[in-house]
């Protein structure tokens, strides 16, 4: 079992819709990340959180530490959104990123 | 304050060559980390540095592969010798000191070997 897993891997959605992405962890952290990929490769950093909740825009990220487990979400989606978003936790025994697989994301119009 | 600064973008090589990757961390930032992503896989750490040190490389392949982060200039990954199992997408990330701050990426070199 992976210790950073997201739902679900791929998601189609139309222009406008509310979307949901989760992540679950098993191992104690000391923060997490969400981080977007878009195609060409970039990575940009979205949020880091440790707890309750944060807000940029149209993206929100929540983590619930007691059940270890992070959503993010994107409200009024809009193709620029297509992506692949990525979470990942810094452990808390040390400075090391671990990855989920990734969940890609297509918006149409 | 540019962001991190990765170069160059698209690096090609012909197998036995050397590949030089350089990151630029933001300013301020005195801790660097790389990354790779082979196609179709997820980000695989490699090293941490910080300025003059190697902090963690247990991510590096054995052989061919190092890693310095000088006490001026950017932080240089190099790959001797490269094979085709080489070509990946590597990522740098910076962060300021401290514990529990937040990275940020480069926008990656993405090295081809042919």
């Known amino acids: 079992k992976n210790e950073v897993e997201q739902s679900p891997q791929n998601l189609t959605a139309q222009e406008g819709e509310f979307i949901t992405i989760n992540c679950s962890y098993s191992v104690g952290i000391s923060a997490l990340h969400w981080l977007q990929q878009h195609p060409g490769g970039g990575i940009v950093s979205l949020f880091m959180l440790s707890s309750g909740k944060k807000k940029h825009g149209r993206l929100i990220a929540t983590i619930n530490i007691q059940e270890k487990h992070s959503s993010l979400h994107i409200t009024a989606s809009h193709p620029r959104d297509s992506a692949v978003y990525i979470c990942a936790v810094t452990m808390d025994s040390n400075y090391q990123l671990i990855w989920g697989a990734g969940t890609k994301l297509i918006i149409k119009p | 304050n540019a962001g991190v600064m990765q170069n160059p973008r698209h690096l090609v090589r012909r197998r036995g060559q050397e590949a030089r990757l350089r990151c630029s961390p933001m300013k301020g930032h005195s801790h660097v980390y790389w990354y790779r992503q082979l196609p179709e896989e997820g980000l695989k750490f490699m090293v941490y540095l910080q300025k003059e040190n190697i902090i963690d490389e247990s991510g590096m392949p054995k052989e061919r592969f190092s890693a310095e982060f000088p006490k001026e200039g950017p932080s240089i990954l190099r790959i001797q010798q490269v094979v085709r199992g080489d070509s990946a997408a590597y990522f740098c990330?910076?962060?300021?000191?401290?514990?529990?701050?937040?990275?940020?990426f480069g926008q990656g070199t993405r090295l081809t070997v042919v």
């Open positions: 990330a910076s962060s300021p000191p401290g514990d529990n701050t937040e990275a940020f």
